[in-house]
């Protein structure tokens, strides 16, 4: 079985600061783990990916995430946020499993302060 | 680039009655998939679909649902008899080598 948690439902981070997105998942096979953003009224858009190559993953928007099996952990970061982060983030998981269905995690919602 | 596009944006219907909602994957891809996400919610997984038939299903895909790809390019949803708790964003997905599922823009159902 599969599954994702990620903490904190909101997150607020001035304009500038970093951006710490926290997902910890579970998985009974090895794990692909994804970030995907969702702006209001639009569909997901991939971020990054991680698919058992490097356990630093760069994506797009300056965005990047590290795979820490010890952990479990998955979390996403960008050094500097844009008022245009703002908007939901969804942390996933998928596996050779359920053919590869996605598991979504609950989502976080991104607010950048000016 | 190649995209995964779903027709309509928008759907409206009444309770108890039947939807199809379509979706076009890219052309090569051989994994399929749908989705939704109730507003304000998670995306939750319904059913995965793969050499012509459902690899995988939800909880939530009960006999009201149903899944078929008619014609080698389109790839269909449907509803038999539309409840309110069915009113949702509806995502199709498809995927060339099952990991990297590339997502369409969205069904809106609305049900009334």
């Known amino acids: 079985a599969q599954s994702v948690t990620q903490l904190g439902s909101h997150v607020s981070v001035s304009e500038g600061a970093l951006v710490l997105l926290r997902c910890n998942y579970s998985?009974?096979?090895?794990?692909?783990l994804f970030w995907y953003v969702q702006y209001p009224n639009q569909g997901l858009q991939l971020l990054l990916k991680?698919?058992?190559?490097?356990?630093l993953v760069k994506g797009i928007n300056g965005f990047e995430a590290e795979f820490k099996k010890s952990e479990t952990s998955f979390h996403l970061t960008k050094p500097s946020a844009h008022m245009s982060d703002a908007a939901e983030y969804f942390c996933?998981?998928?596996?050779?499993?359920?053919?590869?269905?996605?598991?979504f995690g609950a989502g976080t919602r991104l607010f950048v302060k000016a | 680039e190649p995209e995964v596009t779903q027709t309509p944006s928008h759907q409206v219907t009444q309770m108890g009655q039947e939807v199809i909602l379509r979706c076009v994957p890219i052309?090569?891809?051989?994994?399929f998939y749908w989705y939704r996400q109730i507003l304000g919610q998670k995306v939750e997984f319904l059913v995965s679909?793969?050499?012509?038939?459902?690899?995988?299903k939800s909880e939530i895909f009960d006999d009201q649902f149903s899944v078929e790809r008619p014609d080698g390019s389109n790839f269909t949803l449907k509803i038999r008899s539309t409840k309110l708790e069915d009113s949702a964003m509806y995502f199709c997905?498809?995927?060339?080598?099952?990991?990297?599922?590339?997502f369409g823009p969205g069904t809106r159902l609305t049900v009334t």
């Open positions: 052309s090569n891809h051989l994994y």
């Open positions: 679909f793969y050499n012509n038939e459902i690899s995988e």
């Open positions: 996933a998981v998928s596996g050779n499993t359920g053919g590869f269905k996605t598991i």
């Open positions: 998985s009974s096979v090895p794990p692909y």
């Open positions: 991680y698919t058992s190559a490097a356990t």
């Open positions: 997905a498809s995927a060339a080598e099952a990991v990297e599922q590339y």
